[in-house]
């Protein structure tokens, strides 16, 4: 799916429409969801099993803001090897369903489009889809994001 997966930074001439990148996994423990939702999210269905039961989703699910996090984190260190990082200028985030705790999450992501700065020419931007995915093949979140690619000065 991604020949260049092995970390070597890409700039904007090195993308192509199409490209995929897939990340490596993370594991969603109980004890994390909790601490996020705690310090970030503090609603009953990310703190307590028990009265989560009682709400919209029945059990306990990590926060999409924690999910979005993971994300990121799985993006940065194996998914998406953007020259200077992964810096956004925006997008849109969706989560068709929760994540559980002890979910094993990966993230694919697909450049959808280049579109070099008229402005800048030392920049671009890459619109890319990124959906995170748990073990048994379910889209937990989908980004669609566009981001601020650096091009090769030569």
Known sequence: MNSANDGTPLYLEDLSVGQRFVSDTFIMEENGIKAFAADFDPQPFHLDGDAAKETFFGEL????????AVTMRLMVRSGLPISGGIVGAGGEITWPRPTLPGAILHVESEI???????SNPSRGLAIVRSETINQHGEIVQILVARLVVPRRLT
């Open 61 to 68: 699910v990590a926060s999409g803001w924690h999910t979005a």
């Open 112 to 118: 959808l489009e280049i579109k070099p700065s008229r």
